[in-house]
Nanobody, 115 residues
């Protein structure tokens, strides 16, 4: 079983920054991709950013140039540095970690950006 613990969400003014963390533990031998998704009220969950074990990154167009995903394989942790935040970034952010190709989801952390 995989446990994911997310932290770092909160309330911030537009233009501000937040850093999300997601630490994986448990049956995590075989971690491959790690990433972040978000879901705003009334909308479907969408990809924000992903990073492979080799460090290749993919970003949603809406966050390119503002968000940076990274990972520390020694700590089994993935990070999302969010800069120049906008009100439309308001959502619950979910960590996703693939173990042998099977996705595992965190509990979600709320990010609220006020205008």
């Amino acid at each position: 079983q995989v446990q994911l613990v997310e932290s770092g969400g909160g309330l911030v003014q537009a233009g501000g920054s937040l850093r999300l963390s997601c630490a994986a533990s448990g049956s995590i031998f075989g971690i491959t991709g790690m990433g972040w998704y978000r879901q705003a009220p009334g909308k479907q969950r969408e990809l924000v950013a992903t990073i492979t074990g080799g460090g290749s990154k993919v970003y949603a167009n809406s966050v390119k140039g503002r968000f940076t995903i990274s990972r520390d394989n020694t700590k089994n942790t993935v990070y999302l540095q969010m800069d120049t935040l906008k009100p439309e970034d308001t959502a619950v952010y979910y960590c996703n970690v693939a173990v042998y190709g099977k996705p595992n989801w965190g509990q979600g952390t709320q990010v609220t950006v006020s205008s």
